[in-house]
């Protein structure tokens, strides 16, 4: 809480790449001098600003001397002691290797090695921290343990498709289709703030697949984005390791079973619901921030549309969106590579004419 007053914050989980933990705390000391350094420039400017109101009022209204005049306003040798700043460094490691050892990966599910031979230990509390009951924090850390293992563990996978004759593998696509159906949802919903009126059933329908951008939802739509941000990059990119593996990796074929809901099916066609959603928005936030009109044009297109009232996270909402959008991209893809032509053709038959020429696309380029 406090690095985030006085600066940019670092990323929220440090320890996402694959060292120890003495090399990520490691990482972290150069950050932690940034640190200390912006610290000290704004202890010192409030340092100033305190002894300028002092010396102020003592000059206005005459009172008593204050101890000081105004030629020791700017003597800040107390401030930049050597033992201050050290102080302040140890303070600034100390919460980073605090963030460190916090998000630490693999503390819900891990894949144990010996003699040999593998075992994949804590399946059953992975798949509890998954749950949306779950805290937020521990549910994102469970979410980044999942991706990272279905990423690089083989044995992981095998254990998902094998153990318990799939439950696993049932109990992880309900999770990640309840996750994607919540985000579609409450994006759905903060787009009907702006007042947009449907035209009839026709509309009504079509009016669910677009995100109406205005000044009036701009700030719901960036809070759902920014709240689900995470968890959902984490599920596109675990649904589509998985979907990868399960080819070759899935003796029991339990990812190709589509009598017990959700199955894969239904995971593809709610994921090209919300690209289509995604999609939408992503259109409309780069008109208002200007990256598809020239500069001079910028304020105009703005004043227009009404949806400047984010001002400089903008920019943010929009390449947090063009990300999300690039990944469930590249989970669709993997995701009718997985299915297969026969059953994605399938599929685009009972869908909407633009869900079927999604899936139509996605066949034509990728199969």
């Known amino acids: 809480a406090v690095r985030m007053q006085f600066g940019s914050a670092p990323p929220l989980f440090p320890a996402i790449e694959g060292r120890t933990r003495f090399f990520r705390v490691k990482a972290r000391l150069g ?20 002894k300028l109101c002092l010396a102020t009022y003592a000059l206005i209204f005459g009172g008593a001397s204050l101890g000081f005049g105004f030629g020791s306003v700017f003597n800040l040798r107390s401030l930049i002691h050597p033992t201050v700043l050290c102080t302040c460094w140890l303070m600034h490691v100390a919460l980073h290797a605090t963030e460190v050892v916090a998000t630490e990966r693999f503390r819900y599910c891990r894949v144990v090695h010996s003699g040999g031979q593998a075992a994949v230990l804590g399946m059953d509390e992975l798949m509890r921290a998954l749950e949306a009951s779950s805290r937020a924090i521990d549910r994102e850390l469970a979410f980044l343990d999942a991706c990272l293992l279905a990423e690089k563990s083989k044995y992981w996978r095998n254990a998902l498709f094998t153990y318990s004759k799939g439950d696993y593998w049932y109990n992880l696509t309900r999770v990640i289709h309840q996750d994607l159906t919540f985000l579609e949802c409450h994006l759905i919903e903060a787009s009907r703030e702006g007042g947009a ?58 990812s190709q079973r589509h009598s017990r809901k959700p199955s894969l099916q239904d995971l593809l066609v709610t994921s090209v619901s919300l690209y289509v959603h995604l999609t939408s928005l992503e259109v409309q936030l780069a008109q208002a ?5 020239a500069r001079p044009l910028r304020e105009a297109v703005n004043a227009v549309v009404g949806v400047n009232a984010l001002g400089g996270d903008m920019e943010s909402i929009y390449t947090n969106v063009w990300a999300m959008r690039d990944s469930l991209k590249l989970c669709l893809y993997a995701t009718v590579r997985a299915l297969g032509k026969k059953n994605v053709e399938g599929i685009a038959e009972r869908e909407s004419a633009q869900h079927a020429h999604i899936l139509n696309q996605i066949l034509a380029h990728n199969l």
């Open 31 to 50: 950050v932690a001098v940034a640190d200390t350094l912006r610290t000290a420039v704004m202890a010192a400017a409030n340092l100033v600003a305190l």
């Open 289 to 293: 921030s200007g990256k598809q009109t």
């Open 197 to 254: 009126k449907d035209g009839g059933s026709g509309s009504s329908s079509s009016s669910q697949q677009r995100a109406f951008l205005n000044a009036k939802n701009i700030h719901s739509i960036a809070e759902t984005i920014r709240d689900n941000q995470f968890v959902f990059t984490w599920s596109v990119r675990l649904m589509a390791a998985l979907t990868k593996a399960c080819a070759k990796e899935d003796p029991l074929g339990v």
